[in-house]
């Protein structure tokens, strides 16, 4: 997932990995693991829209100089 993909395009690859039966990590500040920001540049809305999409089921947390973060997996609704 590159910077300037669109919205529909993110949860196109995300849905073929699940098919997959492949893990789909996110977090909003971590560049190792799925990064929202990154999957939906090119859509306005599109930080709304991975919880519209996916379930995201709380797995971990860590900490950084930005706080907590949450890290989740990704599930089809």
């Not at 196109?12 to 999957?39: G, M, P």
């Not at 919880?51 to 609704?77: C, I, P, W």
Request: include cysteine.
């Amino acid at each position: 997932m590159g910077k300037g993909k669109s919205a529909d395009s993110a949860v196109w690859a995300i849905r073929t990995a699940l098919k997959e039966s492949r893990q789909v990590w996110y977090c909003d500040h971590s560049r190792y693991l799925f990064n929202r920001a990154q999957a939906t540049a090119g859509s306005a809305q599109g930080s709304n829209n991975l919880q519209d999409y996916f379930q995201l089921e709380a797995t971990d947390s860590f900490n950084n100089m930005a706080g907590k973060q949450m890290v989740y997996m990704l599930k089809e609704r």
